[in-house]
């Protein structure tokens, strides 16, 4: 009895480690995303022409993803994977949680095209997931599009993007990188033509976070007053 009850446990733990290390790639694909879509400048060396601009550009040419080649779509992630993995492997750091982050990530490119592609070009599995929330779906992402490209930023599943926009995570975090680093959104400084239509209006959490990170700020870095001597 205690051995049966054993193998449920550690089937129980290695399931909850697989189910978080999921999430922790949509996490990450979503914090990815939102970097690039508010500060990622194209004219960055190496980085702004073959990262920053094709996903900017994606919001222009939102189909030009799926008539993409495989590898050119998914080489990037599974490069970073690979490093990441020999990583693991030389800390020791392999279990059930980074295996399904590192899985989850090498194919996140690949999930979000399949939100972008029609019924009959995806696979049914992947139709049937994506119905459920376990996988990013196309009437979920195209929320992305359709709301001036600065909500719904995670591209695995459909579970953590209405909570990470209910509580505005994005928009406080803006809000304290203007307020603490005199940073604004990208296209805010560069406009970036029609891409930047619509997009960034300031929302009162942002104002609220930005006015009192800059405060603080000022406090911090305020110099210290010499004492008079008598």
């Not at 400048?41 to 030009?64: E, F, R, S």
């Not at 799926?66 to 800390?91: I, K, Q």
């Amino acid at each position: 009895m205690f051995d049966h009850m054993d193998i449920i446990l550690s089937a129980a733990i290695i399931a909850a480690q697989i189910g978080l290390g999921v999430l922790f790639a949509d996490l990450m694909s979503g914090i990815v995303h939102w970097y690039i879509d508010t500060y990622g400048d194209p004219k960055t060396p190496i980085l702004g022409k073959h990262v920053y601009w094709p996903t900017i550009n994606h919001h222009a040419q939102p189909l030009d993803c799926t008539r993409a080649s495989f590898w050119s779509r998914n080489g990037p992630n599974l490069a970073l994977s690979a490093a990441f993995l020999a990583a693991f492997l030389t800390l020791g750091w392999i279990n059930a949680f980074t295996l399904s982050a590192l899985a989850t990530g090498v194919f996140a490119s690949e999930i979000h095209v399949w939100s972008h592609k029609p019924k009959r070009k995806r696979p049914p599995l992947v139709h049937w997931l994506q119905r459920r929330g376990v996988l990013l779906s196309p009437k979920e992402h195209w929320k992305h599009h359709t709301h001036a490209h600065n909500t719904r930023y995670c591209t695995v599943t459909n579970l953590l993007n209405p909570a990470l926009d209910r509580l505005r995570i994005f928009r406080l975090v803006e809000g304290f990188v203007e307020g603490f680093g005199r940073r604004k959104p990208r296209d805010e400084i560069m406009g970036i033509g029609p891409l930047a239509r619509g997009r960034r209006i300031m929302s009162r959490a942002r104002r609220f976070v930005a006015a009192h990170a800059w405060q603080v700020r000022r406090m911090v870095t305020a110099p210290v007053p010499k004492l008079a001597l008598a």
